[in-house]
């Protein structure tokens, strides 16, 4: 049997890509493997929506040139939002690659591998094709145990086009999958042995909307709800444009969606949004994260800002430190703006210096791990239901498992605990996770 090792950067859809890569060529008899050296096979699949995802891209490629010269036989492959971008270009830049294929072609790999292969020709395939196929999951393979824990991809692509970002460019416009064919998926995961599911997609709020006669994304919910043994749903990520009233109203009302939203804002001043084409202001933020609340008290809400982007100025930052401490988000991801090629925002004028970001990044930090610490220090003393998924990371001879607002408990408990839930009470609060003991 040959052997694939599969290297992810990026987001998770990158990494929902990657299990889709390890089915499709263990589905034709590649077994994966940790190890580069000993891999007849060797996919990239990257991301480029940061520079320095794009940047290990690069350096890994490199220190492969040493590797396919010892073993000639060896087929890198390259695939992810880089690929699509850059196409046969990345085969001129990187002479040892042998294959590139874009973010639609994942399902075509073993017929890309052949053809490689047979002909050693290089190849590029990029193409942008239409339609359910690329989406299209495969179930397990035998033998292999999806876990208990599994993500669904609901949709590709994306319409949005907000400024800064590729992933428009790379994965082409939003297409749903049949809610049919998500729910056969989901029970059979289910009926697998995994009891939660994170449902995928660029914004998943508008799930449905391009497909004539298709349920919305809260009707998906709605019919996921119901699938036997499915503990938990989650998913990630919403459009905050397209968070409707029906969506908000199914936190509380469907027993199986945990509490939590991940509601990427990326800034709080409207110029800077409108400059972001991002279609909201901060006032409709603000509105929907109270109409949240108020749905939902006890939500866990999360959220994602860019700082620095061009023409930011100091009144822009305040704004959006402003709103940080109006919503006290559970947590945050921020990050400093960076050029893409191909996007809008790259050929602004007033870019900001990057000390400057620098120092606004830090700011925003460090403001929000005080809130994200003190939001955990007021659950010392209280118990939660805690779904046991792992081992804990610093101690693996502890447990580790989740609240519904997706808080991460570790404490002391037998291995046999994992995949059911259990009354947990808090003893200790630190800034990424907290301590407790179960009751
Ligand atoms: S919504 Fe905006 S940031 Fe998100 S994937 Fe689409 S274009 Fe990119």
């Known amino acids: 049997m040959k052997q694939v090792h599969i290297a992810t950067f990026g987001c998770q859809m990158n990494e929902r890509d990657s299990q889709t890569m390890a089915r499709v060529m263990n589905g034709c008899d590649y077994r994966i493997t940790e190890r580069m050296e000993q891999a007849d096979l060797i996919l990239i699949n ?24 010892r073993n000639p036989g060896l087929v890198i492959g390259v695939g992810g939002c880089v690929a699509q971008q850059e196409g ?54 035998p033998g292999c145990s999806p876990g208990l824990k599994a993500s669904v991809t609901i949709m590709q692509g994306c319409n949005n086009y907000c400024a800064y970002c590729v992933v428009p460019y790379v994965r082409g416009p939003e297409e749903s999958r049949g809610s049919r064919e998500i729910l ?42 119901k699938v036997p043994g499915l503990e938990r749903i989650r998913f990630t990520t919403s459009h905050p444009k397209d968070l409707s009233p029906e969506l908000m109203g199914c936190f509380g009302r469907i027993a199986n969606l945990c509490e939590h939203i991940h509601l990427p804002v990326q800034a709080g001043s409207n110029s800077v949004l409108e400059r972001m084409n991002r279609g909201y202001t901060r ?80 700011e925003l930090q460090t403001y ?17 239901q805690v779904w046991v998924e792992g081992n804990s990371k610093k101690s693996p001879q502890d447990r580790m498992g989740r609240t519904r607002t997706n808080k991460i408990v570790n404490f002391p408990g037998p291995p046999d605990l994992l995949g059911k839930t259990v009354p947990v009470r808090i003893e200790k609060a630190y800034i990424n996770s907290l301590k407790g003991v179960v009751v």
Not at 46 to 69: F, P, Q, V
Not at 214 to 223: I, K, P, R, S, Y
Not at 311 to 329: I, P
């Open 46 to 69: 990257t991301c480029s929506i940061r520079r320095k995802a794009e940047e290990k891209t690069y350096s890994l490629l490199g220190r492969l040139k040493d590797l396919k010269n």
């Open 88 to 141: 046969p270009r990345l085969l001129e830049r990187v002479p040892h690659l042998d294959l590139v294929f874009g973010t639609r072609m994942i399902h075509q790999l073993p017929a890309l591998i052949e053809e490689v292969r047979s002909g050693k020709n290089r190849l590029s395939r990029i193409e942008m094709v239409q339609g359910e196929l690329y989406v299209r999951d495969l179930l397990m393979a």
């Open 184 to 225: 056969a998926e989901v029970e059979a995961l289910a009926a697998e042995g995994v009891q939660e599911i994170l449902l995928l997609g660029q914004n998943v709020n508008s799930y449905g909307l391009n497909r004539e006669g298709e349920l919305t994304f809260a009707g998906l919910l709605d019919l996921l709800e």
């Open 283 to 362: 006032q409709d933020y603000l509105k929907k994260i109270d109409q949240l609340k108020a749905r939902c008290p006890g939500i866990a809400i999360t959220s994602d800002f860019i700082v620095g982007f061009p023409s930011e100025t100091e009144a822009d930052f305040e704004e959006t430190m402003d709103l940080v401490k109006a919503v006290q988000f559970d947590d945050i991801f921020s990050f400093k703006y960076s050029n893409r090629p191909q996007t809008p925002a790259s050929n602004f004028p007033d870019q900001v210096a990057e000390e400057e970001k620098g120092r606004r990044l830090m």
């Open 368 to 384: 929000q791990k005080k809130v994200t610490l003190s939001k955990h220090q007021t659950l010392v003393g209280t118990i939660q």
